[in-house]
C-alpha cells in the first residue's frame, strides 16, 4: 500500500495541475506557433535597458584587474588557510572544513572547465550560445559520470 505521503502528494499535485489548466482556459490563452514575431530591442522598454545596464557592469566587473588580483589572492590563501584549519581543529569543525573545501574545489574546477571550453569554442568560431551549450553539456556529462560511478562503487 503506497504511503500516506505520496497519496498526498499526488493529490496535490493533480489539484495544482487542474488549476493551472483551468487558469490558462480561463485566460483565453492559445499556442499561437507561427504567428509570433519578435520585438525589436528598442520597444521592449525599460527591462532591456536594466538588462543591458547590468550586463555592462559584470563585464566591466570581470575584465578588471583588481577583480582578478582579489580573486587570485582569496583562492591562494584560502586553500591552504583551509588546510591549515582542516588538521589543526576538532573532527567536529573539520568536517565542515572539508566539505566547504572540497565545494570550493569542485566550483573551481567546474568553472575553469566551462570557461575554457567556452572560449575554445568562441575561438573555433562558434557563437556565444553554442559555446555557452557546449559548456554546460561537457558539465553535464561530467555529473552524469560522477553519478554512475557512485552507484556503481556503493553497490550492496
Known amino acids: 500500500m ?3 505521503g505520496n497519496l498526498l ?28 514575431r519578435p520585438e525589436p530591442a528598442e520597444s521592449s ?8 545596464h547590468y550586463s555592462e ?25 583551509g588546510a591549515v584549519l582542516l588538521v589543526a581543529s576538532p573532527p567536529e569543525i573539520g568536517g565542515a572544513v572539508f566539505l566547504g573545501l572540497s565545494l ?11 570557461w575554457g571550453i567556452y572560449r575554445s569554442g568562441r575561438h573555433r568560431g562558434l557563437k556565444s550560445a553554442q559555446a555557452a551549450m557546449a559548456g554546460a553539456w561537457a558539465l553535464g ?9 557512485k552507484l556503481i562503487v556503493s553497490a550492496p
Open 9 to 36: 502528494s499526488t493529490v496535490v499535485m493533480g489539484l495544482l495541475l487542474i488549476g493551472v489548466v483551468a487558469f490558462v482556459r480561463a485566460r483565453g490563452w492559445r499556442p499561437t506557433i507561427g504567428s509570433w
Open 2 to 4: 503506497a504511503g500516506f
Open 104 to 114: 570550493a574545489f569542485g566550483a573551481v574546477l567546474c568553472a575553469f572547465l566551462v
Open 57 to 81: 557592469a559584470a563585464i566591466e566587473t570581470a575584465r578588471s584587474p583588481k577583480v582578478w588580483y582579489v580573486t587570485f589572492v582569496l583562492l591562494v590563501l584560502g586553500f591552504p588557510g
Open 141 to 149: 556529462s561530467l555529473l552524469v559520470v560522477a553519478i554512475v560511478v
Open 45 to 52: 522598454g525599460s527591462r532591456t535597458d536594466a538588462l543591458a
